[in-house]
Structure formats: structure tokens, C-alpha cells
């Protein structure tokens, strides 16, 4: 009688693994649908992006570029910003009667639906201005705005550079 009563255990067994199982997996689907919904990654990312850090990133550079034109005068230079990162998100042009129709291409369905996103955008710049502590030259100062203005893409009127005591 042992002997009939050991494959039903073994049974029993089987069918509460399969049970755990089934269970461990909808609760896995279950919380990545909330998951999901309430941490989009475009978020996650955009949180690890500093304005600030990318500002001080480009006034290293800045005063790099001025050394080397500059020689041996000491520059500062201190950027403005307009605004933060900007998202980009990919989108699709349908041609109507009217012309042309842009629309966000969204993927997901229900709560799970967002956008695609292609890239973040960095902030504008909105203003440079540099001290360089030396002896004024007006041939340093205008090669230094054609510098700046192509290589950071801003306007020659929102860079002001100034001369220090040396």
C-alpha cells in the first residue's frame, strides 16, 4: 500500500512547484506593469543629467580655447544657460489634404503606452562671459568671440569679454 501512496506525493509535489511557479510569474507581470507605468527610463535618465555639470563642462573648454589664444593671460569664464535638457521623441509625418500632419509615435497600449524617445538635446547657451587677466589686446578679444561663437554656436553679442589687472 506504501508503494501507491508514493507516486501521489510525488504528484502533490510536482503540482505545488507548478503552483509557486505560476504564481512567481504573475506577480513578476503584475508589478512590471506598475513598474513601468510609473518610472518611464526617459525619466530615469533625465534625472542624471545636470545643467549645471554640463555649464562647467563648457566653461573648461572655453578657458582651454582662451589659453591657447591667450598665452599666458589667466581666463575665468562662466556660461548661461537657457533652460535644462529637452527630450526628443520620434514622430511620424502623414500627409493629409490639408498638408503635412505630425504625430509622437507612441508604443505600449494601456497604461503601459509611451513615446519613443530618439535623444535629449543640451541646453542652450544663453551668455558667455570671460575674464582674461592681462594686457588688452583687441586682436586676442576679437579672435577669442569668433572662437566661442563657432565653436559653441552662441551669437557674438551674448559673449563679453573683459580684461583684469595682470
Known amino acids: 500500500m506504501e508503494e501507491t ?22 506577480i513578476i507581470l503584475i508589478m512590471g506593469k506598475f513598474t513601468a507605468s510609473k518610472t518611464p527610463a526617459d525619466e530615469t535618465v533625465m534625472a542624471t543629467l545636470d545643467p549645471k555639470e554640463y ?10 580655447l582662451c589659453q591657447r589664444i591667450a598665452g599666458k593671460c589667466e581666463v575665468h569664464a562662466v556660461v548661461s544657460l537657457d533652460g535644462g535638457y529637452k527630450s526628443v521623441y520620434a514622430s511620424d509625418r502623414q500627409s493629409t489634404s490639408g498638408g503635412y500632419k505630425n504625430s509622437t509615435v507612441l508604443v505600449g ?15 542652450q547657451i544663453s551668455g558667455v562671459g570671460i575674464v582674461l587677466s592681462c594686457k588688452e589686446s583687441e586682436k586676442i578679444k576679437n579672435d577669442i568671440i569668433s572662437l566661442v561663437s563657432s565653436a559653441f554656436n552662441v551669437g557674438t553679442n551674448k559673449i563679453h569679454i573683459v580684461f583684469g589687472k595682470g
Open 5 to 26: 501512496k508514493r507516486p501521489e506525493k510525488i504528484k502533490d509535489k510536482k503540482l505545488l512547484i507548478f503552483g509557486a511557479i505560476a504564481l512567481a510569474g504573475l
Open 55 to 64: 555649464s562647467k563642462e563648457i566653461e573648461e573648454e572655453i578657458v582651454g
Open 109 to 123: 497600449s494601456g497604461s503601459a503606452e509611451g513615446a519613443v524617445l530618439v535623444q535629449y538635446e543640451n541646453p
